[in-house]
């Protein structure tokens, strides 16, 4: 019996980033993305809705120390496609769409981040109209920021089936890379538990921000929700 994603969680102390993708019991698409933060830099971060998505801000915007790797828009609508990923790749794979190319051919010209000695991966999820969906992981191959790898995984819908990828498998100096093929999760019919699951079993002290979404791609009906830990 596949687990929830909060029983692969509850013992990682930090997964970092994570998007889960899939199909609930009735039929409709699901997705989450979370972030999490050890530093105060990266910790200083909520989740704004946005036209057509999400953005994220500074909690504190004079607390910023550096910008570029944690203010990004992770979740955009394209048409009836949607975006999700753990950056600026987002823009990267909606402006190759926008010109009519690809999901793969979009993540071939990006790599993984350019934080050493970690070199974060870079996570990517596209879920389609019929509820098909891509999940990708672009990693540092050699460890020293040389080379890359580039994974895509091409899954077709199953009611009550999904899958979860995440930045890193746990904490450590430097951090371990997310290894493998998306781990296949339960997904439930309701979002509200869905939501819960994950953000209560979210490590408390490095927990920033979750964004869940169910939605018919036929008819446009979509409920979301949003939870930061650093509210105003």
Excluded at 54 to 62: E, G, H, L, V, W
Excluded at 141 to 155: H, I, M, N, P, S
Excluded at 159 to 177: A, L, M, V, W
Aim: glycine share 10%; aromatic share 12%.
């Amino acid at each position: 019996m596949k687990k929830y994603v909060g029983e692969l969680l509850k013992n990682n102390s930090y997964p970092g980033r994570g998007i889960v993708a899939g199909v609930s019991p009735e039929g409709r698409s699901v997705f989450a993305y979370f972030i999490m933060g050890r530093s105060a830099n990266s910790r200083n971060r909520v989740f704004v809705k946005s036209a057509d998505g999400i953005t994220i801000y500074p909690f504190d915007a004079s607390k910023v120390e550096d910008p570029s790797l944690i203010i990004y828009s992770p979740v955009r609508r394209f048409g009836d496609k949607l975006i999700v990923t753990n950056g600026d790749q987002t823009d990267t794979v909606y402006e190759f769409l926008e010109k009519g190319g690809t999901f793969e051919e979009a993540l071939k010209t990006r790599t993984f981040e350019p934080d050493s000695p970690n070199f974060t991966p870079r996570i990517s999820l596209m879920i389609d109209s019929d509820a098909s969906y891509k999940m990708s992981i672009l990693k540092c191959q050699d460890g020293q920021g040389k080379f890359a790898a580039r994974y895509v995984f091409d899954y077709e819908p199953v009611p009550g089936e999904g899958r979860f990828i995440h930045t890193y498998t746990g904490d450590g100096k430097p951090i371990p890379s997310f290894c493998g093929e998306p781990e296949e999760v339960a997904i439930p019919s309701g979002i509200d538990e869905f939501t819960a699951d994950i953000w209560n079993n979210l490590n408390k002290d490095n927990k920033i921000s979750l964004y869940t979404g169910y939605f018919d791609a036929a008819t446009g009906a979509e409920e979301t929700r949003l939870i930061n830990k650093y509210v105003k």
